[in-house]
């Protein structure tokens, strides 16, 4: 039987043989692309390609591309684990022209290799074309050999591809697979007949799909012929690795059913045996991939974009984990599994499983009581409307589930639906609304500002598309060069390209050759000046329009800037090395982490700036101070060596081999910088840098922090940043000093002397507090007032905090043996309750469910048990209205309404 892996590399090593050039996966986040959640197909990477903004040194490219289908438009993840062939991770085979071949040998690559060899029957594909696409049609009878009723036209909606509402777009024409008859059909089961490769049924397969672009759609939707027609293909290698072990299901082939093994092992479980345990166990088998890759590539669980959604796919998994009786964390173990199977192809999970294993434990710890509670509430809810024949789930205990329990409202939805419910849009409306209600009151009582991103730069890019396409690529001259004569190419401003620019405006400038260096790899963009003939300019910044154009964005200062004049261009000298300093920092900084941490630590971002530098990295936990000073201590001990650094132009493969570290979100070429000092540290870097690490002088971090759950942040200066540092922490210091009189390194025994004297303090006033409690307590006592039989005492006791209203309560039930007590107290501004049910009355009345009622009054909420229960409020001024109500409550409820 063929492998998985086997499969993948065939696919690369034929194309390989026929002139293409195999390309690594990119990374599931998108390089330079943040209106993208995910990769979600083999020509993401190639879509500047694509556009004509970027130039490779090919023209035939072959991958094997990892991609993510978990949101947005590309939304598998509610299908995952219920059919055969959704899932929320999956690799794309792909092969792709750039305006080299077409449609004939696009054909016959893609039959050739179907069917000789990978040995397909070939009576048993069969092609769809889209419904005008006559070369298609003609091409597959001629290379191919099928008859015509064996190609299938059918319309935009299954065969017409178009990058988005303009640009490149063209026919697409796919390859099924049939599967058998005896695969059931619901055509036929309601009477019709099966439609073929057009049907929704299992039987016909689509395996490959071929997208011959060839037209750009303008905004009028006219389509005109691109002067280069390109070709984009895309076949899974799970479904063609189910096809050819003979599998009905991707979760059966060797890439997949070892995972789902590992999940039989922990749940001590069959597979095969019932429905829902199999659906579980594959949602598990899947979403351990997609955790796995996702976490690798940088993105950690968080409440927001990527972040948000990894976090829902791992937290689905582990809802079905409960559902097969796994209570204890178990995703972080299965992942193991997905290394294992597809370490040897993605070398980057074997080695960052360490991180991605801790990473997915700590969601799963974090996660497991919400889970257990949310589900309680779901129960609960269902048992007491058995009787409800409407089955329709309530928006407002959506948002309760929410906003009081934080269950997810997606993961409640496919509970609810798990058991016979729906969840209509009136139900999600009424959640929105709530939870509208609830932001509003959060403004109320605070200020924010939302910071707008312009948009409508369509004309600009619609200029540079074209600009990329007619000029030379600039020539970057900032490694040795800080000054040049250069000649301007092109002037845009305002979306559209100007012959000149005059004293006061502001415009992009692109230059034949430059030495400011365009904001990449953390490092922002190099200002300066523009010198010319009867003009002058100010460098404002530096940065990238596509992958092609540097430009510079200029405001004129005097005179006159024209198109095709020569001018002098120089970077800010001083501001240049500011980033040198902190860039060869950066390096040394991520080299001195591996070491010090562990190779799980991995560059989440970065930013270089000349007086500062911003790290982050992943990590499951907080840095302690020792990790922190033996960081920066182990920098300044290269620093102190004085090492050569020294950059290395190479092949990206070559460099990879040679242990270079490509850091996540990054971009390479074919051919890369490779930047190394001495043996410890050497990455693939475009930035500027020193010449030896002791021109940095001394390296000082300034704060260590968490970022997001698994992700860390460090900032640091060097050279003249790290002196002024230093110097105003020993200016606080003296003057903390100066205050208690003390010479300065007196401090910190000075300082340990009086927390712990500040402590004796609040353990006296502590049992002041509690000798006045009981004072109050014995006052109170005369007040209790009989309400239904039971006597019921309602105060407010103002300076209490939590723990000091427990005690009065804990007098107050000895001294009045059976009632309901509930106090409050407001400190520094907030709302303080307690709640006090005896214990022979709790089958009557739950402290908790009265503490909720007055705590919701003073806008606030909690909980506990029967017989005692705490809360908070955000509103003072409705306490006492609200203890004035704990009487009502009692009546009404001892009255069963």
């Known amino acids: 039987m063929t492998t998985g892996n086997a499969l993948r590399q065939r696919f690369l090593d034929y194309f390989g ?3 293409h050039t195999v390309v690594r996966s990119s990374p599931l986040v998108p390089a330079q692309d943040p209106t993208l959640l995910f990769t979600n197909a083999g020509m993401v990477q190639f879509k500047a390609v694509f556009l004509g903004e ?9 991958t094997a591309q990892k991609c993510v289908r978990a949101g947005g438009k590309h939304n598998d993840l509610e299908n995952v684990g219920r059919t055969a062939r959704h899932h929320t991770f999956f690799e794309m085979l792909g092969n792709f022209s750039f305006g080299d071949y077409f449609k004939r040998e696009a054909v016959g690559y893609a039959w050739e290799l179907l069917t000789k060899d990978l040995g397909l029957p070939a009576d048993r594909l069969t092609t769809t074309v889209y419904t005008d696409d006559d070369e298609a049609f003609g091409l597959w009878k001629s290379v191919a050999g099928l008859g015509e009723d064996r190609i299938l036209r059918l319309g935009e909606k299954d065969n017409f591809w178009a990058m988005g509402d303009t640009g490149p777009c063209g026919p697409c024409s796919e390859i099924h697979f049939h599967q058998g008859e005896h695969l059931p059909c619901a055509e036929e089961a309601g009477g019709g007949r099966c439609l073929g490769p057009a049907c929704e049924c299992d039987r016909w397969l689509e395996v490959w799909n071929l997208v011959f672009m060839q037209f750009n759609r303008d905004a009028e939707g006219r389509m005109t012929p691109l002067p280069r027609p390109s070709i984009d293909t895309g076949m899974g290698l799970e479904r063609l690795t189910a096809v050819l072990q003979g599998k009905d299901s991707n979760f059966q082939t060797d890439l997949i059913r070892p995972l789902i093994a590992h999940v039989e092992r922990l749940a001590r479980k069959p597979y ?8 579980s166990m594959r949602v598990i088998a899947d979403h351990a991939r997609a955790a796995t890759f996702l976490i690798t590539d940088g993105v950690t669980p ?3 974009w990527r972040g948000y959604v990894l976090r829902r796919i791992m937290r689905r998994a582990m809802r079905h984990g409960r559902m097969l009786g796994l209570h204890e964390p178990f995703l972080w173990d299965v992942t193991g599994s997905v290394v294992e199977t597809l370490g040897e192809a993605y070398p980057e999970i074997r080695e960052q499983h360490p991180r991605v294993a801790e990473t997915v434990r700590l969601e799963e710890e974090r996660f497991a009581e919400t889970l257990d509670l949310g589900t309680a509430k779901i129960r609960e809810y269902l048992a007491t409307r ?11 205990f959506l948002f309760t589930l929410y906003d009081t329990h934080g269950f997810p409202v997606d993961l409640a939805q496919e ?9 209509p849009a009136g139900s999600l409306e009424a959640f929105e609304r709530e939870m509208a209600a609830q932001r509003e009151r959060a403004r109320a009582g605070g200020s924010f500002v939302v910071a707008g991103v312009p948009v409508g730069e369509e004309g600009a890019v619609a200029v540079y598309q074209e600009l990329s396409a007619a000029l030379p690529k600039p020539v970057f001259l900032g490694y040795t060069q800080l000054a040049t004569p250069a000649r301007i190419l092109a002037m845009v401003a305002g979306g559209r390209r100007r012959p000149e620019a005059r004293s006061g405006e502001t415009v992009e400038v692109i230059l034949d050759r430059t030495p400011a260096y365009a904001e990449s790899g953390g490092q922002i963009g190099d200002t300066g000046t523009l010198v010319g003939r009867d003009g002058q300019g100010e460098m404002l910044d530096t940065y990238h329009r596509g992958a092609q154009l540097i430009v510079h964005r200029v405001q004129v200062t005097r005179g006159r800037l024209r198109e095709g004049e020569d001018v002098a261009v120089s970077v800010e000298p001083r501001r240049r090395q500011g980033l040198r300093l902190h860039h060869t920092g950066t390096h040394l900084l991520h080299a001195a982490l591996r070491r010090i941490l562990g190779t799980h630590v991995s560059q989440a971002g970065s930013l270089v700036a000349p007086d500062h530098l911003r790290f982050d990295f992943s990590h499951p936990g907080g840095l302690k101070d020792r990790e922190v000073e033996e960081v920066e201590a182990l920098v300044n001990e290269q620093v102190q060596a004085n090492i050569a650094v020294t950059p290395e132009e190479m092949e990206l493969q070559a460099a990879l081999r040679s242990g270079a570290m490509a850091l996540f979100g990054e971009k390479y070429g074919d051919r890369v910088r490779v930047v190394r000092i001495g043996d410890f540290s050497t ?9 030896a690490t002791g021109q940095i002088g001394l390296f000082k971090v300034v704060s260590e922090g968490a970022v997001a759950s698994g992700l860390r942040r460090i900032e640091a200066v060097t050279g003249e940043a790290a002196l002024r540092h230093v110097g105003q922490e020993e200016q606080a210091l003296r003057e903390a000093a100066g205050l208690l009189r003390i010479p300065p390194l007196e401090l910190p025994r000075r300082l340990q002397k009086l927390l712990d004297e500040q402590k004796q303090l609040e353990k006296h006033f502590q049992q002041l507090e509690g000798r006045l409690a009981r004072s109050r307590a014995l006052d109170l006592v005369a007040s209790a007032r009989e309400v239904a039989g039971v006597p019921v005492l309602a105060a407010r006791l103002d300076g209490l905090d939590p723990e000091g209203l427990r005690s009065v309560v804990d007098l107050l039930r000895d001294k009045l043996g059976s009632g309901v007590i509930c106090l409050g107290a407001v400190t520094d501004g907030k709302v303080n309750l307690v709640a006090s049910v005896s214990r022979d009355l709790t089958g009557r009345f739950q402290a908790g469910k009265l503490i909720q009622d007055v705590a919701r009054q003073v806008g606030g909420g909690g909980g506990g048990r029967p017989d005692l229960a705490q809360a908070g409020g955000k509103d003072p001024s409705k306490l006492d209205a609200a203890l004035a109500q704990v009487a009502a409550w009692v009546e009404r409820v001892a009255a069963g309404r």
Not at 683 to 691: K, R, S, V
């Open 17 to 19: 043989r026929n002139g």
């Open 54 to 62: 970027e130039r490779r040194e090919y023209v035939r490219a072959a």
């Open 272 to 279: 095969g045996d019932a429905e829902e345990p199999d659906v």
């Open 302 to 304: 968080s409440n927001e």
């Open 386 to 396: 058995t009787d409800d024949s409407r089955r329709v789930v309530d928006g407002k």
């Open 415 to 423: 509970m609810f639906q798990d058991a016979g419910w729906s969840v």
């Open 683 to 691: 990455e693939l870097c475009g930035g500027t840098h020193l010449d």
